[in-house]
């Protein structure tokens, strides 16, 4: 693999000019100069492009974009301007997703283990369902009922189909042995219903499942859509939610289904299980990984002579931790010269204290590759920034959105005053620590 870096891994909009490549009519060594680097790039014409091939493909109302994938204000303003609905995660999300301007009523609350404070702000709010994990979760929301008189709202349950799939183990769900949901099995999701049925705080509005991540092959999608959809029948609800998980390109030469591919199979799947209602799911990844691209500046190249060279560039696994927590593999390019064959080999590493902050173990990279050089490693829009870390106490990268030949920067690099925004440098005998009822209160 010593070819350029092929079209299908770069934003819809990405062009060769005069500068090099160029996304959203705007050169990404312009971007560098900028907005400095480490730097998320996004094209907002291809996330809003993937959204409207989702909604085509599923219908209005039928897709909640899975903002665990790629979350800023601006991000929640795209996807519910194009009339998605939004899943999320946590109380965190939740905030942001009503300060992007999605009305509560096109947001769906998810959660192994949600605080009693993240349920009583969606129940408060009016989130359009929340997907129940738990028996304990039932337990609170009938509390949080009781106690502090909230209406009844309306759940999913959260099935484990008992079928897993995905790239790697920590992205496998829906298998038995998972910490999501009720399982099929032993009978314990149908006595789900049973309690969500008699109970004055909750109204049954639908089963859900997500089978895993980053699918490739549409049959393990349809295959736990299939065993949710025999139980929704059972069950007798009137919504189906069939999960996230469509894979995207990483490399060059993976072959990746469509959004119309994944409903046709979706569909076929749950219609053989007797099921004729609507369908929902909720692809992250598929909307914002190939969107976006991150940009680094190359510090430091080491040949060691005959082992291999290192590639050393000014972010890594604090900007982007799937290589170390997934084996993800990424490809990269110099955005100065995109055609450019690629014949050097080397490891693309961080700038992080230790040897496991490696971005790409066997990079392909042009021969002229030197220090100072941009860099670009593309398909890092999803569960890139999302997982960012401060590791090292490095500030997190910018984020920007181009379009038409515009460029605006969407979440601002962190400072190295924002890294000290949170310490609490007080002296030894101070009180540092809130009164217990104040804990409670929070929880
Ligand atoms: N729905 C639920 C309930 C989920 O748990 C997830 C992802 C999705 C939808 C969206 O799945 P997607 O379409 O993005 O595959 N950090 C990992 C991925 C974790 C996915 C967690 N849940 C990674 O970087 O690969």
Request: with cysteine; charged share 25%; glycine share 12%.
């Amino acid at each position: 693999m010593s070819s350029a870096i092929t079209p299908d891994l770069l934003p819809l909009t990405a062009e060769t000019g005069p500068a090099g490549l160029a996304v959203g009519r705007v050169p990404l060594t312009e971007l560098a100069r900028r907005f400095g680097t480490p730097l998320f790039v996004y094209d907002e014409e291809h996330l809003r492009q993937r959204c409207r091939e989702a909604v085509a493909a599923f219908g209005r109302d039928s897709v909640a974009y899975a903002s665990k994938a790629f979350l800023c204000t601006a991000m929640a303003r795209l996807v519910h301007e194009e009339g998605l609905l939004l899943d999320v995660a946590s109380g965190g999300e939740l905030r942001v997703a009503l300060h992007g301007g999605a009305p509560a009523d096109r947001i769906v609350l998810h959660g192994n283990n949600k605080s009693d404070r993240e349920l009583r702000t969606a129940v408060s709010a009016g989130v359009r369902h929340i997907v129940v994990d738990s028996f304990d979760e039932m337990d609170r929301i009938e509390r949080l009922h009781w106690e502090s008189g909230l209406p009844p709202v309306r759940v999913r349950l959260r099935v484990a189909p008992g079928v897993a799939a995905g790239a790697h183990e920590a992205i496998r769900t829906g298998g038995s042995d998972s910490k999501f949901g009720f399982g099929l099995a032993g009978g314990v999701a149908s006595a789900a219903v049973r309690r969500t049925v008699s109970s004055p705080a909750m109204i049954l509005d639908g089963v859900h499942a997500h089978v895993g991540s980053q699918v490739l092959r549409t049959a393990e999608l349809a295959a736990g859509a299939a065993a949710v959809a025999r139980f929704a029948c059972e069950a007798g609800v009137r919504g189906l939610t069939v999960g996230g998980g469509l894979g995207v390109a990483y490399e060059a030469g993976q072959t990746v289904p469509s959004f119309a591919d994944w409903a046709a199979g979706v569909r076929a799947a749950v219609r053989g299980a007797g099921w004729s209602g609507g369908l929902t799911v909720e692809p992250g990844r598929s909307i914002a990984a190939r969107a976006g691209l991150t940009l680094y500046r190359v510090g430091t190249i080491k040949r060691i002579e005959g082992v291999r060279t290192y590639v050393g560039v000014d972010g890594g696994m604090s900007d982007n931790p799937r290589p170390a927590l997934y084996d993800g593999r990424y490809e990269a390019f110099l955005p100065r010269c995109p055609e450019a064959e690629r014949p050097l080999r080397a490891r693309l590493v961080g700038k992080h204290c230790e040897s496991g902050d490696v971005l790409i173990d066997d990079a392909a990279l042009p021969a002229d590759l030197r220090v100072s050089d941009l860099l670009a490693t593309p398909v890092t829009g999803a569960y890139g920034y999302a997982m960012a870390s401060n590791y090292n106490k490095l500030p997190r990268p910018a984020v920007v959105f181009v379009r038409d030949g515009r460029a605006r920067v969407v979440v601002r690099r962190e400072t190295e005053e924002d890294l000290l925004r949170l310490d609490a440098d007080l002296p030894p005998d101070a009180d540092a620590f809130p009164a217990a009822g104040t804990v409670a209160a929070e929880r």
